[in-house]
């Protein structure tokens, strides 16, 4: 269990450290969020807030910034006027495609000489992993 801890540690260091050189204006988190709008069509603050467990503030604080950098923007929920939704600019979208596409090409060469039965099992691990429930500690619902 403690290596599977040092090793996850390592890659999530990584992972931020790379996020850095894949583009300038764009953060871990920030291609995160950017992700996470493409993948759902745009989603309310509150949403992402929920979804990474994070306070409200926290997420308010990356969502300006990223409208000030016009790669996000508001409008009004198709079901509800009075809610905002949050959706990519056209700008957004190139930036996370550019992203996208560097940070496929750091991963196909970084596992360019692993066998394809272990890229089949590592991804089928990473999906299990990542479908434990995501509950706070102690939580027993």
Avoid at 12 to 36: C, D, F, I
């Amino acid at each position: 269990m403690e290596a599977i801890q040092r090793e996850m540690t390592v890659f999530a260091r990584r992972a931020r450290a790379s996020a850095g050189r894949m583009h300038p204006e764009l953060s871990l988190v920030s291609y995160t969020l950017l992700g996470h709008l493409e993948e759902r069509g745009g989603c309310r603050a509150t949403d992402l807030a929920a979804h990474y467990a994070l306070d409200k503030s926290t997420v308010s604080r990356q969502v300006a910034g990223l409208e000030r950098a016009g790669l996000v923007e508001r409008r009004p929920d198709p079901d509800d006027a009075r809610v905002q939704v949050l959706d990519l600019t056209e700008a957004g979208r190139h930036i996370l495609a550019q992203v996208t596409v560097s940070r496929r090409a750091a991963f196909r060469e970084r596992l360019a000489d692993w066998p394809e039965e272990d890229l089949v099992r590592f991804a089928a691990y990473l999906e299990r992993y990542n479908a434990w429930p995501e509950r706070p500690p102690g939580d027993g619902r």
